[in-house]
Each structure stands twice: as structure tokens, then as C-alpha cells.
């Protein structure tokens, strides 16, 4: 079945400090990754795909296949990225398909 | 429109009661999702339409949930006999062929 795990339901840590949010799929292909975030008062929007490789305000995230992770990091936090993430997988088809999210992670950067 | 919009943001209903909740995705956006977000949640998959294809409609949790689509327009989901484990934020999402969502910004159900 397909699932993602999302183990920590919050990370605190402090302004400057290196963080890593968690995240584990479980799907027997080559799925699609993503990183959603939604920030206080705003909508769920789109921070990074597997596919893309890209670094987004400093966040980075490798697709591990051996170890079926997708972990959220950035080696140096801000008070700005004090949001709700949340992990999301989605299996390849014709037409896209949904998307399957974890439980999410609230991340507070205290000052 | 400039992004997917729900309608109302906000609804406070009677248990037992019917309700309708509509999204409006973004202009062109083949596929159109809805979500539900209990409090202190993660997002639970609902339904899918894609294009004209049959909607995959796996997620909804009983038959007093439904919802329709009209062409690549107008979604409304409809949950009727309203149960208190009802009360949750629902989210739509569009996007076009394998591309990521536009969400919007989500209805808040309270059942009373």
C-alpha cells in the first residue's frame, strides 16, 4: 500500500541551527516526491519535487530509493520558515494521479 | 481565475443536516482534487476527477459523501446526514497533467 510517514509531529529548534524533517514512503515503483508547506493564514503550496532537484529557500531534499526517504533539509534555519510541512508521494500513471501526504510536521524556528 | 477558489470559507451546520461545498479550480486545470484535514491531522484523499475519465472516488470515507464535476469546471462535494467526525477543513487542489497543485485555501466545516 502506499503510505509516507512523517514521524515527528513537531521540531523546535533554534534560529541558525541546522534542521532535517523526517520522511519515509512506502511504494513498490518509482514514485514522484514533493514537499509541500503552509504557512501561517496561507494555502498549502508546493515547495520541492524529487524531480526537479532544486534548492527552494535553502531546502534541499534527496530521494533516498535504498532507504525509501525523502528527509526535508536546510543547514541553517530562519524564523520565517516556522511553517506546517508536509511529505507527499504520488505513483506514476497516464494521468498524474493523486497525491499521497503524511501527517505533517510543524517546524518552529525560535529566536 | 488567478487561483482555485472554495465557497463559503466557513460553514457551521446542524448535525443531520445536508451540505455543498464548491470549488472553482484554476482555468484549464484538467484534474481536481479534494481533501479533508481533521484537526491535527494530515491531508485524507477524498476524490479525483481527470478530464472526462471516470472520478476516482477510493478516498471518500461513506456513501453520504458525493461529489460531481462539470467538463473541467465546477466541483462540488456534498456530504449529507452531517455527523459531528464531519467537522474538518476540506481542501481542493487542481492542476494540470502531472504537474504539481494549485491548492485553495479550503473550507471549514463545523458540525454542531
Known amino acids: 500500500a502506499q503510505r509516507v510517514t512523517q514521524p515527528e509531529k513537531l521540531l523546535s529548534v533554534f534560529k541558525g541551527a541546522p534542521v532535517e524533517l523526517k520522511c519515509n514512503y512506502s511504494?513498490?515503483?518509482?514514485?514522484?516526491l514533493f514537499w509541500y508547506v503552509q504557512y501561517s493564514r496561507q494555502r498549502l503550496q508546493l515547495l520541492l519535487r524529487?524531480?526537479s532537484r532544486e534548492s527552494i529557500k535553502g531546502f534541499t531534499a534527496d530521494l533516498n530509493k535504498g532507504e525509501t526517504s525523502f528527509h526535508l533539509k536546510k543547514p541553517f534555519a530562519q524564523e520565517e520558515d516556522s511553517a506546517m510541512y508536509y511529505c507527499a508521494l504520488r505513483g506514476p500513471g497516464d494521468q498524474g494521479g493523486k497525491l499521497i501526504f503524511g501527517q505533517g510536521t510543524e517546524l518552529s524556528v525560535k529566536p | 481565475g488567478a487561483g482555485v477558489s472554495q465557497s463559503p470559507s466557513n460553514k457551521v451546520t446542524e448535525k443531520g443536516k445536508d451540505v455543498e461545498l464548491r470549488c472553482d479550480p484554476i482555468?484549464?486545470?484538467?484534474?481536481l482534487y479534494w481533501y479533508r484535514q481533521r484537526l491535527g491531522q494530515g491531508l485524507e484523499f477524498l476524490i479525483y476527477?481527470?478530464?472526462?475519465?471516470?472520478?476516482?472516488k477510493s478516498g471518500l470515507p461513506s456513501d453520504r459523501f458525493s461529489a460531481e464535476r462539470t467538463g473541467e469546471s465546477v466541483s462540488t462535494l456534498t456530504i449529507q446526514r452531517t455527523q459531528q467526525e464531519d467537522s474538518a477543513v476540506y481542501l481542493c487542489?487542481?492542476?494540470?497533467?502531472?504537474?504539481?497543485?494549485?491548492f485553495g485555501s479550503g473550507t471549514r466545516l463545523t458540525v454542531v
Open positions: 524529487h524531480i
Open positions: 476527477f481527470q478530464g472526462n475519465s471516470a472520478p476516482d
Open positions: 482555468s484549464g486545470h484538467t484534474a
Open positions: 487542489a487542481s492542476s494540470e497533467r502531472s504537474t504539481s497543485y494549485t
Open positions: 511504494y513498490s515503483g518509482s514514485p514522484e
